[in-house]
């Protein structure tokens, strides 16, 4: 039987390099960590990024009890940043260079099956000019480290080394499916085997396929096994995303995978699931996080997925720019999210051998992930490069010969440029940061042919909008923010009611750190419609109001609701509401002043377009009065928000994402925890800048700073899981003098 062992604990690690470290075995003042596992912890801001760009080792002892000498040991990385060079018991194995994707490493040769055999990894986070990204600057970090998790197989000789389970007539009364089994026989003799592959729906067992035949020694094979005519099969939709298991088993070996029944095309009318015309509504998403980069758990990286789903109302997320955790795509299949994955890159293509990397990167991403029914899309193109013929045929010819079942798309910056895949992906910055959007003069969009220069259509995307044209914090005072989120709203209305647009993604979902050469010179790219604590800006509410009034009602006032914010003091309007109501009452210190449909005359496209008040009275001089919105659908009273007209610090909240870790989860766990210091109504106080000591007990660490502010009246920190079992404790005091505390349960 295979066995998968988490090899996530009890590694040592060391922020240098030196050769004697690869023979010597001698690990004293090394530290002990467990994976995933950042090389270098970073503050927040203005640090310098050079800081993490070294040579690092991590060393792991593998224990008796943790092999199988009479199988085959094989050691699988699924993301070392940059480049991975792994050792057993002093001997070189094998090098990895990019640290987007997995890589496999066989152990068997070099082990003594003692207990004592020794795996040293030499971990490059250089920004080495030979593997994508790198070669010239890039608007993000990529931090460095074994960042994501490691697991040691045991399997037999003849082993199954990958599965890809491919639906087809999916939009029939009786469906099909192709499995193709990647079959492995490390042994030197022909075996003749039997592949019995079954379908299951939860438990319960659909049907099942036997495959016979003879495997040569020493060779990979692929088999295929179809089910035809298979009846009542649920389909993954978005609101119901049915997920079927594909066991397949040889001799004592099994392994399984998750899929799903579904249509995904991209056509000249736009973007088709199941039949059904959708326009995509999408952010970019970064995979960073503060202070560790990309070294998050398990439940962090589903919790994203989460919140792009449910707090932003996304149908889509491109993993811009590389290929992500599996956890978050795990999580994309489970909630009904679609995913556009892409190559790791930005603007740069290397030369011939750079090139070479990155075709195998295509390789890598695709094998990994053809499974997942949540992406719809590969992206072959390092992200907003120049055209390159012969080296995008390729990217496009590996990624149709491995999945045909794919298109492929490639995000472009240049107008004109050559169409090698199926989906023509445009970043379009039409709505630059120059002038200020006034509502009904507007080009938010370029057509199509504009930007193609075909004389023909074809499949296309915005990838792309917004980001640096208009950078934006929660700082940020209202009418800046409201300004970011009509930017937002614009596009994605021009979005909608441009039929020869399939959709829009977003720049993008949440701010990151970056370079020097970009952002805010304090490393961060303020870009988001949330920040680097996924805490929202006003732009979140012009996603999150375009979800079903029944799935959620929203109405956001994009205000603070006070006398002398705005430029000439007296007004605060225009004033936008993103909302999916389809009337809004506002009431100033009781009375009805004005009662407000969405804008539809400024919002052609838009489902749920916002309500637009032109103009609320006011005097410089005149006392200001509390305010209310109440938002109505179908006549009936669904949602209020109210503004004090005397705002003070009222309450501080602590808000743990979740309340229970997992100790003994195949690697460490996580939760976030959201403060907020808020006025009598509820409203962050958004001026306040509230300083919070932190205080730790028990079973958890805390990630980043004991002392933080919180920037616009909210913030955030991680704690972690500290390998006991137990409860933690995380005690707040604010500069004010509120407490609040919050147990979680480590289990
Ligand atoms: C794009 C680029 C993104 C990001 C964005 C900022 O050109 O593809 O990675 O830099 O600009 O708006």
């Not at 004109?416 to 938010?444: H, P, W």
């Amino acid at each position: 039987m295979r066995c998968v062992i988490p090899l996530n604990r009890n590694w040592k690690y060391t922020p240098s390099f030196n050769e004697s470290y690869i023979t010597e075995r001698d690990c004293s003042g090394w530290i002990n960590i467990e994976l995933p596992h950042t090389n270098h912890e970073l503050p927040l801001t203005y640090f310098d990024e050079k800081s993490y760009q070294f040579i690092s080792t991590y060393s792991r002892i593998i224990a008796l009890n943790e092999l199988d000498s009479n199988k085959l040991n094989i050691i699988h990385f699924e993301g070392v940043m940059t480049a991975a060079k792994v050792y057993v018991n002093g001997h070189f194995v094998s090098e990895h260079k990019g640290g987007y994707t997995g890589f496999d490493v066989a152990l068997n040769s070099y082990m003594k099956f003692d207990g004592f055999d020794e795996i040293t990894v030499v971990v490059d986070s250089t920004e080495r000019p030979d593997i994508p990204p790198f070669g010239a600057q890039v608007d993000y970090l990529t931090y460095g480290g074994i960042y994501r998790e490691v697991q040691l197989r045991q399997v037999d000789p003849v082993y199954i080394d990958n599965v890809f389970a491919k639906p087809t007539d999916c939009l029939k009364e009786k469906k099909q499916l192709n499995v193709d089994v990647y079959l492995k026989n490390t042994s030197r003799s022909t075996n003749v085997e039997t592949v019995k592959v079954s379908l299951f729906s939860g438990v319960e067992l659909v049907t099942e396929e036997l495959w016979n035949g003879s495997l040569s020694g020493d060779t990979e094979q692929m088999i295929s096994v179809a089910f035809m005519e298979l009846e009542e099969i649920e389909l993954w939709e978005l609101h119901n995303p049915n997920l079927y298991t594909v066991l397949v088993e040889v001799n004592k070996d099994q392994d399984s995978r998750r899929i799903g029944f579904r249509e995904a095309v991209f056509t000249t009318e736009g973007f088709f699931l199941n039949g059904q015309l959708l326009n995509i509504r999408g952010l970019n998403r970064h995979q960073s996080f503060p202070y560790v980069g990309y070294a998050m758990p398990e439940r962090v990286q589903k919790q994203d997925a989460d919140i792009l789903k449910n707090e932003l109302g996304l149908n889509l997320v491109r993993t811009s720019h590389y290929p992500q955790s599996r956890h978050f795509l795990d999580r994309c299949d489970e909630i009904g999210l679609l995913v556009f994955e892409e190559i790791p890159g930005w603007q740069h293509i290397g030369d011939k051998v750079w090139q070479n990397l990155a075709i195998e990167h295509v390789r890598e991403m695709i094998k990994r992930d053809w499974n997942h029914p949540s992406i719809v899309v590969w992206g072959v193109r390092v992200n907003e490069s120049a055209d390159n013929h012969e080296f995008y045929k390729e990217t496009n010819a590996v990624a149709k010969k491995l999945d045909p079942t794919r298109q492929t798309t490639g995000v472009r910056c240049i107008e004109g440029s050559e169409l090698l895949e199926d989906v023509y992906g445009m970043n379009d910055f039409a709505l630059d940061g120059v002038n200020q959007v006034k509502l009904g003069q507007r080009i938010a969009l370029r057509g199509q042919q504009d930007v193609t220069k075909l004389e023909y259509k074809v499949p296309y995307l915005v990838t792309e909008y917004n980001g640096h044209m208009f950078p934006t914090k929660k700082t940020d005072c209202e009418e800046h923010q409201q300004e970011h989120a009509l930017r937002h709203l614009l596009v994605i209305d021009a979005g909608c009611a441009d039929k020869e647009v399939a959709g829009t993604i977003g720049w993008c979902a949440f701010d990151y750190n970056t370079h020097k050469d970009f952002g805010a010179g304090d490393r961060i790219c303020h870009h988001g419609v949330m920040d680097m604590f996924r805490l929202p800006k006003f732009a979140a509410s012009a996603y999150h109001s375009q979800k079903s009034v029944d799935d959620e009602p929203v109405l956001f006032p994009m205000t603070l609701w006070t006398r002398g914010e705005r430029a000439e003091g007296m007004e605060i309007s225009p004033m936008l509401v993103a909302t999916n109501c389809d009337k809004v009452e506002l009431f100033i210190d009781d009375q009805l002043y004005g009662s407000y449909l969405p804008s539809r005359s400024h919002f052609k496209g838009l489902e749920f377009p916002p309500v637009v008040i032109p103009h609320i009275r006011g005097e410089w001089g005149m006392s200001w009065k509390k305010g209310d919105f109440v938002g109505f659908s179908n006549g009936r009273e669904v949602i209020r928000k109210s503004f004090t007209e005397a705002p003070q610090l009222t309450t501080f909240t602590a808000i743990a994402d979740s309340e229970t870790l997992l100790a003994e989860a195949d690697s460490w766990d996580a939760t976030r925890i959201v403060l907020s210091a808020q006025d009598q109504c509820g409203n962050p106080l958004v001026y306040h800048n509230t300083i919070v000591n932190i205080e730790i007990d028990g079973a958890i660490e805390l990630i980043g700073p004991k002392q933080i502010v919180l920037p616009g009246g909210t913030g955030a920190l991680w704690v972690r899981s500290a390998g006991k079992i137990g409860t933690g404790l995380v005690s707040f005091k604010t500069s004010e003098g509120h407490q609040q505390s919050i147990v979680l349960s480590v289990q």
